[in-house]
């Protein structure tokens, strides 16, 4: 589909907006992203599955905007038929790793503090709400299960011996880790560097794209803070006041490990 018709929709829906040039991001899941005049951001979820969980999250984002210190989303413009939305770009660099090597001391500290800050703010949202907003249940035992067959399947045919080894190893430590208990919580998900946006102008924290937003286990929204090491996400970790398990950080290696595969 053309994009013409994306900025149609756009000026149809919302005549009062002008802008002089537009960017297109084709490259996600579920969303076409259209930002215009690097000022606000326009979402078209893909397909009716997509738009039905998009005005879930719209709703789950104006309760968490009351909770949370960290700035997120704030979607201005409906379209008449809900079936796309925009909002006010958050401004900010996204916390590549390079960009991370970057920041002094001070500056990471401060990052740790207000990340530490937000996760203990989502992970304590009443269940009550998760049931409100549709949040779907994350069951990462089903997953591994799904992951092993696949592995099997599409993997090893194509490594070596001491690959399948290795991988076999890395999927009994998984196992073990998920055979102990935990208390699913709401989590953003995909905390990754690509959806952290840390503005240096007034040292806030943004965070983006809470599409996979879940309720399921709390290590996992630390896994993603470990590409800047585990000293780093430990120092997010210790204050983090949510429940914590004997396992958490453990569990959170885990599924970093698990990325590739």
């Given amino acids: 589909?053309?994009?013409?018709?994306?900025?149609?929709?756009?000026?149809?829906?919302?005549?009062?907006?002008?802008?002089?040039?537009h960017r297109v991001l084709m490259h996600g899941w579920d969303h076409i992203v259209i930002i215009l005049d690097e000022k606000i951001v326009f979402r078209f979820p893909k397909d009716k599955l997509a738009r039905e969980k998009f005005q879930d999250e719209i709703r789950l984002f104006r309760y968490l905007k009351k909770k949370v210190k960290a700035n997120i989303p704030d979607y201005m413009y409906i379209s008449k038929d809900k079936s796309f939305a925009g909002y006010d770009k958050l401004n900010g660099q996204e916390l590549t790793y390079s960009n991370f090597r970057k920041l002094s001391s001070q500056e990471k500290e401060s990052l740790a503090e207000q990340l530490a800050d937000f996760i203990s703010t989502l992970h304590v949202t009443p269940k009550s709400i998760i049931t409100k907003y549709n949040i779907k249940t994350q069951d990462e035992r089903k997953l591994y299960k799904k992951l092993l067959r696949d592995a099997e399947k599409i993997i090893f045919p194509r490594?070596?011996?001491?690959?399948?080894?290795?991988?076999?190893?890395?999927?009994?430590?998984?196992?073990?880790?998920?055979?102990?208990?935990?208390?699913?919580?709401?989590?953003?998900?995909?905390?990754?560097?690509?959806?952290?946006?840390?503005?240096?102008?007034?040292?806030?924290?943004?965070?983006?794209?809470f599409f996979d937003c879940a309720f399921g286990d709390p290590a996992i929204d630390f896994a993603g803070l470990l590409e800047y090491g585990i000293n780093f996400t430990e120092k997010v970790f210790?204050?983090?006041?949510?429940?914590?398990?004997?396992?958490?950080?453990?569990?959170?290696?885990?599924?970093?490990?698990?990325?590739p595969l």
């Fill in 238 to 259: 210790n204050p983090y006041s949510g429940k914590k398990d004997d396992n958490m950080l453990k569990r959170s290696q885990l599924y970093f490990k698990r990325i």
């Fill in 159 to 209: 490594v070596s011996k001491k690959d399948i080894q290795l991988i076999e190893e890395y999927f009994g430590e998984l196992k073990d880790a998920l055979s102990q208990k935990y208390s699913n919580v709401l989590v953003h998900y995909d905390l990754t560097g690509e959806h952290i946006l840390r503005d240096s102008k007034k040292k806030k924290l943004n965070i983006i794209d």
């Fill in 1 to 21: 589909m053309k994009i013409e018709f994306f900025l149609q929709k756009i000026k149809d829906n919302f005549p009062k907006l002008k802008w002089r040039k």
